[in-house]
């Protein structure tokens, strides 16, 4: 059973950044897609970007293009999300998740269609 830990989030200020980190146990996260969520209480839940298990041609959410960047260490077994130029807008808990199951990442991007998700953790961005 693959598990996800999310770690990295906190309190910035507008214009900073954060590197969110997701370590995977259980499985090689290097034969999974990943994803990052976020959500917004009362809101739904957001694709930000999503990277197939060949970690070509991520998929990015519009309104994060050109500030954020997913990757993968796999000697860590090790997912991040490096988040730049953040504005309020950007706050919500982030989440990560991964499947073994592809097809189209930005399908999967847009549906959430991923099996493994970790618990989250909270980004704020506020002067």
């Known amino acids: 059973q693959l598990q996800l830990v999310e770690s990295g989030g906190g309190l910035v200020q507008p214009g900073g950044s954060l590197r969110l980190s997701c370590t995977a146990s259980g499985h090689n996260l290097r034969y999974y897609a990943i994803g990052w969520f976020r959500q917004v209480p009362g809101k739904e839940r957001e694709g930000v970007s999503c990277?197939?298990?060949?970690?070509?041609?991520?998929h990015y959410v519009d309104s994060v293009k050109g500030r954020f960047t997913i990757s993968r260490d796999i000697a860590k077994n090790t997912a991040y999300l490096q988040m730049s130029s953040l504005t309020p807008e950007d706050t919500a808990v982030y989440y990560c998740?991964?499947?073994?199951?592809?097809?189209?990442?930005?399908?999967?991007?847009?549906?959430?269609?991923?099996?493994?998700w970790g618990q989250g953790t909270q980004v704020s961005v506020s002067s």
């Open positions: 998740a991964a499947t073994a199951y592809e097809v189209s990442i930005r399908y999967m991007c847009e549906t959430g269609k991923f099996d493994y």
């Open positions: 990277m197939p298990s060949d970690s070509t041609t991520p």
